[in-house]
């Protein structure tokens, strides 16, 4: 599950950095603004990547995804990329848990010697 989760989390990395650029040019808001907030959640996103083993991590990646898609209030394209990666998170925890029991079951199996 990490591995697709923290894939996930550095896609958004970049995707907040680029959102940032955008807000900076076309929203109101000062450029310290835009660029503490983008901060603050690049930092989470890189943060979370080393948590993922951690219990509630995932529930914290669930929040940066509610933000995410929340920042469409700013950049109207968030709104789309924001669900993009909510999707794309779901579908992270849920085929990365799946897999992780199918390696522990391989891993619980007796050897077959032949």
Known sequence: MRT???STLIGEFFVI???GLVAMK???LSATTVW???GIAMALCVLL???LGRPGAVHIGWALQIG???SGTIVT???ILGAA???LWWASVHFGRKVDEAKARFAAAPADTA
Do not use: E, N, Q
Request: charged share 0%; proline share 0%; net charge neutral.
């Open 49 to 51: 990547c080393g948590m």
């Open 77 to 79: 394209t968030m709104y």
């Open 68 to 70: 995410l898609v929340l």
């Open 4 to 6: 697709l989760c923290a």
């Open 26 to 28: 076309t929203s109101g």
């Open 36 to 38: 503490t907030v983008s």
């Open 17 to 19: 950095g680029f959102a």
């Open 85 to 87: 990666f909510a999707a």
